[in-house]
């Protein structure tokens, strides 16, 4: 880090004594301006954007990207990953390493240059294919540059363009959209008073958006969300054409009708599933028994795995296909879904979302492809059941954290409709920790803990344990415990009530050095598990708001047994903190008979916090490690 500094140092005096006489080569770091320096362990020199609109399925870009590298740090911005298809050709691809001079050092070759499938264990069919580059220096500071071309042949989407895509300085970055003089280009800014500047040459209609001198940004003032603090652009065509399907996208209604479209005649199921779906219905009478009914029949029945080949990106397998084999994609297995529920005379509609981290939330005012998963809804009279159908443990209604509290464009044979999806509550996404602790005098506790999820929290050690072997458990359970030398005498995970009555845990450990023993004292925290060590930092201001996954609450019960010849001398104090996005409860007790009852409570009951409250959202933290830090102390009685 002291090269760092003293490389920015040095810079800074020479571009004061040279403001006006820039270094003749381009990539010359000294060229860099002073105040992008500071901190900086990249500076992006370049990111440039020329999109071309030819026509309604054909279109090309260009990138040019360059960036300074100035540690080891830094070294991953050296790396390219581009993906192709049929739909989408790379040409031209070039790379360049330019030394703190910018002086050319080497150009990208052939053998550099990575090609493979874009494959992953989840994945059966998939047409997709990356080329993957890296490029390094193994002299700082220096300066790797990519240029490279995307023709697309079909599309449904055009690239986004973000100002920046980290934290760090940027020195120039531009988007230019050229299309027909006649054509009017559909886009939409996070920011209402960003316009482009647009000019009107020969045929030819120039859109541009630039950005210039962007400075490097902390992280615990903006978080690492980067729509926050990036300036963003989202390009969209109105009428588009992939692999022989014609499309308009000019409203939610008409991008519906499309994808209705690429799912007609994919319903039909085969007559042994007619038979076998009938026999499982018989014994049921509500709708919501059939639907829970059938949800099983589908989860027992599937798996999940990508197929990506063509127009399969968006079109479904036919139902016969996943019902034969047992698989399919989201796409599929929500056709599949669809398709069952119709034949037991429920009507059900696939549902387009955004599934993942949700910093970005759908844009009403500009229809165009913003999804990337798909759903079922289930429209009933008085209530709607939604089914995520690449899960085999999800219960009916859940749909993962990863999907909740969205909006989502549901397809109806009339078109797109808006709609959102259910918000989760801290009651649902429950932890249950039950522990009985014997401490020794020697400090040693001997543990049996029992402990439970549900909801959200269900579905995140589901997806990490289930499939996994003994030992990834093991790893798992002691980075769960948090507490130094831990002997993990036996565990047993409870995968079978998944669904309704959470997963459990149970498991027994030794902890040789819990309470620190000093003369006739035992000094030990009973917070044994799920203990804060840190809180947010103190600042200033907070420009982004924190955002939360999903709101949870976690619930601890310790019950400790000490030593027959020790009494209590101290006890934490009690701490209630309210908040207005969560809340905070701690007890100790001293039973009387050589017993203490330690209870904990958290409760985040928001999915964000906003910028303005961030100080009551750090000292609600702050407070908690606080809290949890206490210690009882124990004294050993007169013989």
């Not at 008073?193 to 992280?219: H, Q, S």
């Amino acid at each position: 880090m002291k090269f760092i500094y003293s490389v920015i140092v040095i810079f800074i005096l020479v571009s004061s004594l040279s403001k006006l006489n820039a270094f003749e080569n381009e990539y010359d770091v000294r060229n860099i301006p002073f105040q992008l320096l500071p901190g900086a362990n990249v500076v992006i020199r370049k990111d440039e954007i020329r999109f071309v609109v030819e026509d309604y399925r054909n279109a090309n870009y260009k990138v040019k990207y360059a960036v300074t590298i100035f540690s080891k740090e830094g070294q991953h911005y050296g790396r390219l990953s581009l993906l192709y298809d049929k739909f989408r050709s790379i040409d031209d691809l070039d790379g360049v390493i330019f030394d703190s001079k910018g002086e050319e050092v080497r150009d990208l070759e052939s053998s550099d240059i990575k090609d493979y499938s874009d494959y992953a264990n989840y994945s059966v069919y998939n047409d997709n294919r990356v080329k993957f580059v890296e490029l390094y220096y193994d002299k700082f500071p220096y300066t790797v540059e990519f240029t490279y071309e995307i023709t697309l042949e079909g599309y449904l989407s055009w690239p986004k363009w973000y100002s920046r895509h980290s934290l760090e300085p940027v020195e120039l970055t531009r988007f230019e959209v050229i299309t027909p003089g006649d054509y009017e280009l559909r886009f939409w800014t996070n920011i209402e008073n960003v316009k482009p500047g647009i000019k009107n040459i020969n045929d030819e209609k120039i859109y541009l958006w630039e950005e210039k001198k962007l400075l490097k940004l902390p992280l615990d003032v903006y978080g690492e969300d980067i729509e926050d603090v990036a300036t963003i652009v989202y390009i969209a065509p109105s009428d588009f054409e992939i692999d022989g399907y014609k499309g308009n996208m000019d409203s939610w209604e008409t991008f519906g009708k499309w994808y209705f479209k690429l799912c007609k005649d994919k319903n039909i199921l085969p007559a042994d599933a007619l038979s076998n779906l009938k026999n499982s219905l018989d014994s049921s009478s509500g709708v919501k028994d059939k639907i829970e009914i059938l949800y099983n029949y589908l989860q027992t029945r599937t798996r999940y795995v990508s197929i990506q080949l063509g127009i399969g990106s968006w079109q479904p397998f036919d139902a016969a296909y996943v019902h034969k084999n047992g698989y399919g994609d989201c796409k599929a297995l929500s056709n599949y879904m669809v398709s069952i529920l119709n034949l037991a005379g429920i009507t059900a509609y696939p549902v387009l979302i955004n599934n993942g981290d949700y910093h970005t939330p759908l844009i009403f005012e500009f229809p165009s492809n913003q999804f990337n998963h798909v759903l079922v809804c289930v429209p009933l009279e008085t209530d709607t059941i939604w089914l995520e159908c690449t899960s085999q443990v999800l219960p009916p209604g859940n749909i993962g954290w990863s999907n909740e509290n969205r909006y989502a464009l549901m397809v109806t044979p009339e078109g797109g409709k808006i709609i959102k999806t259910p918000v989760s509550c801290s009651e649902r996404n429950l932890q249950l920790k039950n522990l009985s602790v014997n401490l020794s005098s020697t400090g040693r506790a001997d543990v049996n803990a029992g402990i439970k999820w549900f909801g959200d929290q269900l579905d995140y050690v589901v997806s990490n344990l289930e499939k996994s072997t003994p030992k990834e458990k093991d790893v798992w359970i002691k980075n769960l415990l948090e507490v130094p030398d831990v002997k993990l005498n036996g565990f047993e995970f409870d995968f079978n009530n998944k669904k309704h009555n959470g997963v459990g845990l149970q498991m027994n450990i030794i902890l040789n050095k819990y309470g620190s023993v000093l003369g006739s004292r035992i000094f030990f925290n009973p917070n044994l598990i799920e203990r804060r060590t840190s809180a947010p930092k103190v600042i200033a201001e907070r420009l982004s708001p924190v955002r939360f996954k999903y709101p949870y609450t976690d619930i601890d019960s310790v019950y400790y047994r000490i030593p027959e010849d020790y009494k209590v001398e101290a006890l934490p104090k009690e701490v209630n903190i309210q908040s207005t996005f969560g809340k905070f409860y701690s007890r100790t007790t001293d039973n009387g008979d050589n017993t203490i009852i330690y209870i904990r409570s958290l409760e985040i009951n928001k999915y964000m916090v906003p910028a303005e409250n961030y100080n009551e959202y750090q000292k609600f933290f702050a407070d908690v490690v606080n809290a949890d830090k206490q210690q009882v102390v124990l004294v050993k009685t007169e013989e």
